[in-house]
């Protein structure tokens, strides 16, 4: 065992996520220092190869070696890429990975690699020398290859030597990260972190600062996303991909833009990318708060098989695989979840399926294809009145209708092309996604249905919404980068374009309370969607400390909307049949119920950052960036001439990296402004995102991440003021300050045992609700912990470790579920109840390389 | 030079002058939202020493008994409707809520008084409601004033016992005398033309609901809800010479009749104590009073 304490493949057993991830950069993107690209991993102590004592002919053998080292310069992976035969073979590897190295190293900063290592077996042969090979910039998915003069040079050890042909390849593995936008530019490093409880993919954004994650709707439902004053919903703001494909849903009922994380495996997520404001010309509609891209792999070959049980009958089978001597990018993942949930009507099932695999295409190109497949049936508690609970009508975990609830499926196909010509960096991909949803939600109880005189006389029925739509979304996006030399740095310059289009069926009824009968029609619309985005982005270096990132992004969006219920209230003088829902007549006169309406425009974003440094690791950012959101199709009039708001976003930042002889550390600090003209907020009248006038955010945020052998630290903060620009009041429900602590330490046990320990911090200041109110405080600490013998480990986990009982999110409006004496009609505090202390137990099966090998 | 001091600057200031954010320097979201009381009493003439005044149909009444059950009270920031019966609009357009149920969406509440109180409305001690009221801080321009049963009946159950109006008196014109007593109980007595499958803006739960009753105040907190009832109003057009038929108890006293049946109509005395009663101008005034 060499130097500190480290874990080969241990993190694939941590319980509920098990990603171990390389950490292929460091926790936060930096600008290129004057290049001297990528320095390979060096050979510090080695143990030579002893020839097979079994192996009778005493021939010379060659066997070829692909061979994983991590940032930390410990051997990961040994796979064969050209065998010599299974003994020598498995001597090659064996002693290989004992090797220690010196971690190859991008711009000082320690990285994942890979390298190829042939390995020569003679009889009476001296000396094993080590590569030095020259170093190669990776591409996504591409293989960079690149022949190097070996210095080989062997010496007497009566050991196999390296075969003393000088060609050589070395890859630089893992993610090739996009030019950085600043210091709000976080390339999130899961890493050991992996070992906090995270719960599900869209839980891995608070390793991003600023992000409050809450969901009045339980297990199956959405996450409601907070970013920097924003309050996403359900993803509105936050511009969603998954391996390039997008998630946000352009019409959904519920919310546009709504975007649904459940169906990606938390364990597949390999490396997380968030933009926290509209800079980066590759990000499109949606990119107002952010942006959010999700990269699936797995890191190391071999199969997992996961078992977790615990509180409220939960139970999770995930199977994971990836094929030896594959990409991290070929991989099979399956999970299938259920929980009796944590209170009345809040059950839930899903399983998602997910596959992966990676090709090369030549010698200079790849082809990665994905698909996935997603289903989930969940109740939905919903929320309660404060005035109910407190008054012992209600229990803080019950509900007021279990009629509420939602199923979710969604179905997809991507494929990637990324590959080189000469100097430019060419990719290519497309994707489909099949989508259906539908959610019941009762927010108001017993108000919202007055008696209308078209109607016969009823009294209140009931104000369950049950929003349904179904969705086919097809697209694709490319890009082609180039570099050159001038002023004696590298500039860069990439056009790209992505194109989507949305068929999209979205309906909204009222059902009868306590059934899923419906007796009116809210919304039914039928809308073709089409957005085109194309850009220019170029990265420009005068001089080595100063870069300047950005150009222009123009985006065009296009609606065709049939309302097939395009009136829904008396117009006429009369001779409606009682009842109607959808009237076929006005003043005028006879009338179809449908009306189409279309419209279109355009939209030109410039974007702009300024990295100054690096200053002995002090790196100064300044951005300026243009985003935008198409705008909901049921707001959609004949030749409307904004279909889109509109955001204007600045900030000043500070970053801060330093590699160290036992430590990593980055910090940062970030001032922002980000304005709105068009605003969204959720209406619990409509149960759905209504149009709202501008709004501003000023705020500030700040990180720190440290890394070492044996810990990983994360702290992050967010203070920020969400105005109205009208009348400079508070945006209701928007936190002002949001905390997150996280870390993890880990080392090697006695008798042959390997364990870690991490946890999480979370506290979120009172947000402002209506009427001059602000919400509860939010103080949750989560932990995990694992011990791991050989393949196996196990692992307890344990959410809200305090029992805290916790309001997850709080609103003010009006409602009456009948349980006072009269109705009541004024706003009045409701809660959604946050989940109390859970604890899990994990069994982790993992058979890898080593583990394989006889 | 080591730029690096002003660079832990930029890292560290902020943090100190944003904490302002959450120091509470964050402006509100508006209208206040408080508890308040509120009380009722009667008003008029009809609270004065011997509880006496005339009709425009020349009768002199003088009352011995009127007591008012009402709640809850609601109010809104809506507008109230003008006296517009006779405009062409509304002879072709049906007004949103002239006494049906109304449109929720019609307007906004923004107070609210959940209880019921049964007050005396010769009196003009005011009667505090039995349990307060919310109210947002906002402009109230008109009040509802529900006639709901009583707490644990459903409010659209027809048939109830809660009597909204109990009055008792004598009405003397031109050397006649009536001695009358009568109830309001607003049942589907009132709505028994209605059957299922008609149209109609009338329910049962609307006819106990008077709208619209036009007020103006901004509340501040501290300050009470102040209800006013004019019970003079209801017997503005009653003509007590109709109750020549009416049924009678043994000392003549002629009992109003609000059920319509084949062998008695509903009084003309009762239909106006009942038009009175739904008269969103004159009978009520609602004002935020001082504690």
């Given at each position: 065992?060499?130097?500190?304490r480290?874990?080969a493949?241990f993190?694939?057993?941590?319980p509920?996520?098990?990603?171990a991830l390389?950490?292929?950069l460091?926790?936060?993107q930096v600008?290129?220092?004057?290049a001297?690209?990528?320095i ?5 102590q080695?143990?030579d190869?002893e020839?097979p004592r079994?192996?009778?002919s005493?021939?010379?053998v060659?066997v070829?070696?692909?061979v ?14 050209e ?10 590897a064996?002693?290989?990975r004992t090797w ?10 320690p990285?994942a690699?890979?390298i190829?290592?042939p ?5 009476s042969?001296p ?9 190669t910039?990776?591409?996504p998915?591409a293989?960079p ?6 210095n ?8 196999p030597?390296l075969?003393?042909?000088p ?6 593995r893992?993610h090739s990260?996009l030019?950085?936008r ?6 999130v ?16 954004l ?10 009045e709707g ?6 409601q996303?907070?970013l920097?004053?924003?309050?996403a919903r359900e993803g509105?703001?936050i511009e969603?991909?998954v ?5 946000n849903e352009v019409?959904?009922?519920h919310?546009?833009?709504l975007?649904d994380?459940?169906?990606?495996i938390?364990e597949?997520?390999q ?7 509209p800079?980066a010309?590759?990000?499109g509609?949606f990119a ?7 990269d699936?792999?797995v ?7 996961q ?9 999770r ?5 990836r094929?030896?001597a594959?990409?991290?990018h070929?991989f ?9 949930g944590?209170?009345q ?6 399983a998602t399926a997910?596959a992966?695999?990676?090709t090369s295409?030549g010698?200079?190109a790849?082809l990665?294809?994905l698909?996935t497949?997603?289903a989930?049936h969940?109740g939905?508690?919903?929320v309660?009145?404060?005035d109910d ?18 199923d979710?499926?969604?179905h997809?196909?991507a494929a ?8 430019m ?5 497309m994707?489909l996604v ?5 959610l ?7 108000n ?8 016969s006389?009823h009294s209140q ?6 929003q ?7 697209g694709?996006?490319?890009s ?8 004696r740095?590298t500039?860069e310059?990439?056009l790209g ?7 999209v ?6 059902d009868?309370a306590g059934t ?9 619309l ?14 420009l270096k ?8 950005g ?8 609606y065709?909307?049939t309302?097939r219920?395009a009136l829904?209230?008396?117009?006429s003088?009369?001779?409606?049949p009682?009842?109607t829902e ?5 003043r005028?006169g006879?009338?179809?119920a ?5 419209t279109?425009?355009?939209i030109f ?6 990295l100054?440094?690096s ?5 100064v950012s ?5 985003g935008?959101r198409s705008?909901?199709?049921q707001?959609i ?7 889109f ?14 590699a160290f ?6 910090a ?7 304005q ?5 907020f959720?209406?619990?009248?409509e149960?759905?995102?209504t149009l709202?006038?501008?709004t501003t955010?000023t705020?500030w945020?700040?990180?720190?991440r440290a890394t ?5 630290l ?6 920020v003021k969400?105005t109205?620009d009208?009348t400079?009041?508070a ?7 949001v905390?997150?602590?996280?870390g993890?330490i880990f080392?090697?046990?006695p ?9 999480g911090?979370?506290?979120v200041g ?6 001059e109110e602000?919400?509860?405080?939010t103080?949750?600490?989560d932990?995990?912990a694992?011990l791991?013998?050989r ?6 986990i344990?959410t ?7 309001r ?6 009006a409602?009456?579920?009948?349980s006072q004496?009269y109705?009541t009609?004024?706003?009045a505090r409701?809660?959604?109840a ?6 899990y137990?994990?069994l982790t099966v ?5 583990e394989?090998?006889p | 030079?080591t730029?690096r001091p002003?660079?832990?600057?930029l ?6 002058g944003l904490i302002?954010?959450e120091s ?13 009381q509120a ?5 008029g003439p ?5 509880h ?5 149909k020349?009768?002199?009444v003088s ?8 709640g809850?009270?609601y109010?809104?920031v809506i507008?109230?409707l003008?006296d517009?019966?006779a405009?062409?609009?509304?002879f ?7 006494h049906?149920?109304?449109?929720l969406d019609?307007g906004r509440?923004?107070?609210e008084?959940?209880s019921q109180v ?5 009196s003009?001690?005011p009667v505090?409601?039995?349990?307060p009221?919310t109210?947002?801080q ?15 009946v459903?409010?659209?159950t ?11 008196g004598?009405?003397t014109?031109?050397?006649d005398?009536v001695?009358?007593?009568g109830?309001?109980?607003?049942n589907?007595?009132?709505i ?6 008609q149209?109609g ?13 036009p007020t103006s105040?901004f509340?501040?907190?501290g300050?009470q ?10 017997f503005?057009?009653?003509d007590?010479?109709s109750l020549?038929?009416s049924p ?9 009749v609000q ?5 008695q109509?509903?009084?003309?005395v009762?239909?106006n104590l009942?038009q009175?009663l739904?008269e969103?101008t004159g009978?009520y ?7």
């Open positions: 065992m060499h130097g500190p480290r874990f493949l993190c694939l057993s941590a509920l996520l098990g990603i390389l950490p292929a460091a926790a936060a600008p290129e220092q004057s001297t690209g990528v390979p991993p060096q050979v510090e080695r143990q190869p020839y079994g192996e009778p005493m021939k010379s060659d070829e070696l692909l994983t080292i991590d940032r930390h310069g410990d051997v990961t992976d040994v796979a064969v890429a065998s010599g035969g299974q003994l020598f073979d498995e001597a090659a064996q002693a290989v220690k190295f010196a971690p190859a190293r991008r711009a000082g900063v990285v690699s890979r190829r290592l390995i020569h077996f003679a009889p042969a000396a094993l020398a080590v590569p030095d090979p020259v170093p910039l990776p591409t998915g293989t290859v690149a022949r190097v003069e070996s080989a040079s062997s010496h007497q050890t009566g050991a030597q075969a003393p042909e060609a050589r390849e070395i890859l630089v893992g990260s030019p950085s600043g210091a709000s530019d976080y390339d490093n899961i890493g050991r972190l992996a070992q906090v409880p995270h719960g599900d993919a869209a839980s891995l608070r390793l991003a600062p600023g992000v409050l994650l809450t969901n339980g297990v199956g439902h959405p996450y996303i907070f920097r004053g924003f309050d509105q703001d969603f991909t391996d390039g494909v997008p998630l019409g959904n009922p919310g546009n833009g975007a994380t459940h169906f990606i938390p597949l997520v490396h997380l990318r968030v933009v926290e404001g800079f010309p590759q990000q509609n107002v708060a952010g942006s959010a891209a999700y699936l792999g890191p190391t070959p071999g199969f997992t098989a078992l977790m049980a615990g509180s409220f009958n939960t139970k089978l995930l199977l994971m695989w094929p030896p594959s990409s991290d070929t099979g993942g399956a999970e299938v979840f259920s929980t009796d944590y209170g009507n809040r059950a839930a099932e899903r997910m992966g695999y990676e295409l010698q200079s790849s990665r294809l698909a497949t997603y989930a969940y939905q508690a919903g309660l009145r404060l609970v407190q008054a012992g009508r209600k229990g803080f975990y019950d509900t007021y209708d279990t009629t509420q609830g939602g979710s499926t969604r997809s196909l990637t092309v990324d590959g080189r010509s000469g100097g960096k060419l990719s290519q991909s994707f099949l989508r259906d949803f539908r019941r939600q009762n927010l108001t109880g017993f919202q249905d007055p008696q209308q005189t078209w109607q006389l029925r009931g104000d369950l919404i049950d349904q739509s179904g969705t086919l979304t097809l694709g996006r490319g082609a980068r180039q570099k050159w030399k001038t002023l740095q500039q310059l990439e374009y992505f194109g989507r289009y949305d068929r069926d979205a309906t909204q009824k009222r009868r899923t009968i419906p007796y009116r029609t809210d919304l039914d039928a809308s073709g969607l089409t957005n085109v985005g194309v850009y220019v982005d170029a990265s005068p001089l080595s400390w100063i870069t300047v990132r150009g222009v992004r123009a985006d065009f969006y296009h065709q909307v309302n219920c829904t209230t008396q117009n003088f009369g001779g409606d009682l009842d959808c009237f076929s007549s006005d005028v006879y009338r179809s449908e009306q189409t309406a279309s279109s425009a355009s974003q410039p974007r702009v950052t300024l100054l440094g200053f002995q690791g002090f790196t300044v951005s300026h960036g243009r935008s705008i909901d199709p707001y009039n004949q030749d409307l001439k904004t279909p708001a509109k955001v204007d976003a600045s900030e000043l930042g500070v970053l801060y990296q330093r002889r036992a430590l990593d550390l980055s940062r600090s970030v001032f922002f402004q980000t709105v003209d068009k605003d969204l959720f209406n619990e009248t149960g759905r995102n709202a006038d501008g955010r705020g945020a700040g990180n720190v070492g052998g044996f810990f990983d994360a702290a992050n903060l967010t203070l969400a109205f009208d400079h009041l945006i209701p429900y928007a936190p002002g300050l905390a997150r602590v996280d993890v080392g090697d046990l008798l042959g045992l390997s364990g870690s320990f991490g946890s911090v979370s506290y009172k947000r402002p609700l209506p009427y602000f919400s509860d405080t103080f949750l600490v932990i995990g694992s791991r013998y393949a196996i480990s196990v692992g307890l344990s809200n470790l305090l029992d805290r009982r916790y997850l999110a709080e609103y003010n409006y409602s009456d579920f009948g004496d109705p009609l004024v706003p409701h809660f959604a946050g989940e109390p202390r859970a604890i137990g994990t993992l058979l890898d390389g080593q394989a090998a | 030079m730029p002003v660079l832990v600057a890292l560290l200031i902020p943090v100190l302002r954010v509470g320097c964050a402006s509100g979201t508006g209208s206040q939202r408080f508890s308040s009380r009722v009493g009667g008003a009809a609270t004065n020493a011997n006496t005044f005339s009709n425009e020349g009768w002199v009352l011995e008994r009127a007591n008012i059950t009402l809850p009270v109010l809104n507008e109230p003008s517009s019966s405009s062409l609009f509304d072709f357009v049906r007004p949103a809520w002239a049906g149920e109304g449109h019609a509440i923004v107070g008084v959940l049964t007050f005396d409305a010769l003009n001690e505090p409601f039995p349990a009221g109210i947002t906002e402009q109230v321009r008109t009040a509802e004033i529900w006639f709901y049963p009583e707490p644990g459903a409010a659209d027809t048939k109830i016992d809660t009597v909204a109006l109990d009055v008792a004598v009405a014109r031109a050397g005398s001695r009358f007593r109830q309001i109980v607003l589907d007595d009132w028994a033309d209605q059957t299922d499958g149209r803006n009338q329910s049962i739960t609307g006819i106990r609901k008077v709208r619209g009753v105040f509340p501040t907190s300050g809800l102040e209800l006013r009832v004019d019970v003079t109003r209801l503005r057009g009653a007590f010479a020549e038929h009678t108890d043994k000392d003549g006293t002629k009992i109003l059920k319509q049946s084949t062998t109509n509903r009084d003309q009762m239909t009942y009175g739904h969103t009978t005034s609602v004002v935020w009073g001082a504690p």
